[in-house]
């Protein structure tokens, strides 16, 4: 791995923005003599000044204030948040029914959050090739061509809202939890009206995942693609399986051996370590055990259907095995692999979904556990449906936020896409020139992460880009733009 | 209530808003004959019960005819919000009711006026609703709903004043604070106590708190005053609390804020009750 040496010796590609929205970004690819890209730079401004802003907020309020962070999955640092604010009041477990309802929201919001990311902004990528007209590479173009799967995709998105608004009163920023539980229980009209289509959404998430395994399968130049081999973190539950909501932490290196296994998160602190770089808003964060260099890690649907021994619902199960063969037993490294991946959880929620319906507890009462003794610190950690999310709050006296900190899947995978982006860039560069394919290939190449800042503008298929070329005193060699539409100019 | 002046035994007590003609008695403001006339005059620091204080200016009518008086000043401000110039400005909530007088109420010109105002109201202070526990409850929010207001128009002006959470039960973020005093009556007129009240001027003005240290919880509030329930924003809270009302079962999610006499109902919510 290449990163912070000194620069002086090497020419800029800078690639300018991956669009504002829940971060704004930017690639600088750093070249040496050779032309070779020594390293890459995703520059991503997200979440800046967020834990400085909270401080001094009452901690009742933090789950409502973290939704702000993300437009797309303010359910899940809502939920990480709560489930800090519960330690905060001494509870350590909630009622079944709270529970189960959390579980609930959970699902429906990684289930649409996941279909989002498939059928809205990555299935025109991989349904007509990275390298097609883009025109036609975008959702619209999916609607045209593969109208069955656009649709499902819409459908499954909404199903999964509607469990969030069942749940939280509203399809965003709504309002679910309180400290130690709900606010609110599920109604058994809200609960059949949820069943009613259950059936179709399982048979939609099972397709979707046959679409994805052969999509991947079926295209060996996926496989090598932005592909790294490297360690993988998530949580799992007790007995090793596949967990979203609640579990220990579990590291693997990329060879499947273990480095962490039901690692209690509430002393996170003590395994992982994050580094800041001059040039990033965002950390770095790596496994303490393997140092700087080797310690960064991946999170997100890879890492998890990847370390976990085993899905606990049948179809996700079955689908996993395929994915494992696949891996021929070991890790499958190819990150273009998410998206199958991404699609066996997407499975797996449809599937945890229609067993908490047909559980007599999630139309229970009994909502809000009794709280204990008061402690100063709470830290939340949920598998998000981009990796794993850690909320860390420590409050005062008073009960005001004194220190806050937030370490968010992308964060967690800033170093891998750094890695891809440099994969994808020495492949694709040519000579002093900014192609359009190199841009097209690198935005493939970062969305496989879903990282939050891909969010709003890619979901209309357009995502402003600039590439830029400089020599190494700085001076300005090339620089290619996209626009919103998709025009290219060149600019030097 | 007074005895009627002789003179003005033949002219009925009426008065006239929007066309409706509204009945009153000697004392009652326009905004107190409305309200009893089942008429809806936008407001945030009005409440019956409590003296008027006419400061937030969102009960503007305006009153027509050849005798209002109206200073030039007034009238040039009339002039530049497209506001009926033949005629003179008030703030219903303090302005006495007079037989005979023709009032404006629900007009665009002057509901604009009112969203301009409560656009400053909002960009004044911290107003982010997603993330408030009053959301929904919030009659600021719902005054802005209420005259469609989409955006805070001006740029925001981002305060951070201090929070203080000194009070075992009750927090004060007075961020959030649109300086209507409710807070500071209530404990005056209705808890006898004195525990608010308002401090500096313009843009510095702030809630400060009467004690010895300014601090809530050397003050003598109790959870169970007025004061400590009444604010129309989530400035005064009851600490400890979030979110125990769903959405969708807050106060504005099942009446309207033109509906007249919800200020119970507003009370209760406070109080972490669903309905
Ligand atoms: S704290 Fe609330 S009630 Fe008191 S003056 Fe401010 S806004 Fe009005
Ligand atoms: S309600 Fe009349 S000025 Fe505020």
Known sequence: MEHDSPTSYARRVAIDPITRVEGHGKITLLLDDNNHIREARLHIVEFRGFEKFIQGRPYWEVPFFVQRLCGICPVSHHLAAAKAVDQLVGVEQLTPTALKLRRLLHFGQTLQSHALHFFHLSSPDLLFGFGSNLAERNIVGVLEKYPEVALQGVKLRKYGQQIIMAIAGKRIHGAATVPGGMNKPLTIAERDALLVDIQDVLAWSSEAVALNEHIHTGHPEHYGFATLRTNFLSMTGSGGELELYHGGLRARTAGGESIIDQFDYRGYRDILREEVRPWSYMKFPYLLALGKEQGWYRVGPLARVNNCDAIPTPLAETARQRFREFGKGGFVHDTLAYHWARMIEALHCAESINELLHDPDIIGADLVAPHGEKRRVGIGVIEAPRGTLFHHYQIDAQGLIEKANLIVSTTSNNQAMNESVRSVANEYIDGNEITEGLLNHLEVAVRAYDPCLSCATHALGKMPLQVELLAADGALVDRLTKGVSGEITRSV | ?275
């Not at chain 2, 008429?39 to 009153?63: A, D, E, F, M, Q």
């Not at chain 2, 005819?65 to 002039?79: E, P």
């Not at chain 2, 004043?161 to 927090?171: I, K, L, P, Q, Y």
């Not at chain 2, 400035?235 to 125990?244: F, V």
Request: with cysteine; hydrophobic share 35%; net charge negative.
């Open chain 2, 1 to 275: 209530m007074r005895a009627e002046p002789k003179r003005d035994t033949a002219i009925p007590n009426t008065i006239t808003i929007d066309g409706q003609e509204i009945p009153f008695s000697i004392g009652q403001t326009i905004m107190d004959a409305a309200l009893a006339a089942g008429v809806y005059i936008p407001h945030l620091c009005h409440r019956p019960g409590l003296t008027p204080h006419g400061s937030c200016k969102l009960c503007t009518v305006s009153i027509e005819g050849r005798n209002v008086a109206s200073h030039t000043a007034d009238r040039r401000i009339q002039a530049s919000s497209s506001v009926e110039i033949d005629s003179r400005s008030v703030s219903a909530c303090t302005m006495p009711a007079m037989a005979g007088q023709q009032i404006r109420n629900n007009t665009p010109a002057l509901n604009e006026v009112r969203k301009t105002i409560t656009q400053m109201l909002f960009i004044e202070g911290n107003h982010l609703c997603p993330s408030c526990e009053k959301t929904g409850d919030c009659t600021l929010q719902a005054v802005a709903y209420h005259l469609g207001m989409l955006d805070g128009h001006f740029p925001q002006l981002s305060p951070r004043r201090e929070v203080d959470a000194s009070h075992g039960s009750v927090v004060l973020d007075r961020d959030r604070c649109i300086l209507c005093e409710l807070c500071v009556r209530a404990s005056r007129e209705v808890d006898g106590k004195n525990v608010f009240a308002i401090s500096g001027r313009g843009i510095d003005a702030h809630l400060i708190v009467n004690s010895a240290s300014g601090k809530l919880a050397d003050s003598d509030l109790e959870t169970g005053d007025m004061a400590a329930h009444i604010c129309p924003v989530g400035a005064i809270l009851i600490k400890e609390h979030g979110y125990e009302v769903p959405i969708g079962r807050r106060t504005f999610d099942l009446h309207r804020v033109s509906e007249i006499g919800l200020e119970p109902v507003i009370l209760a919510k406070v109080r972490h009750t669903d309905e």
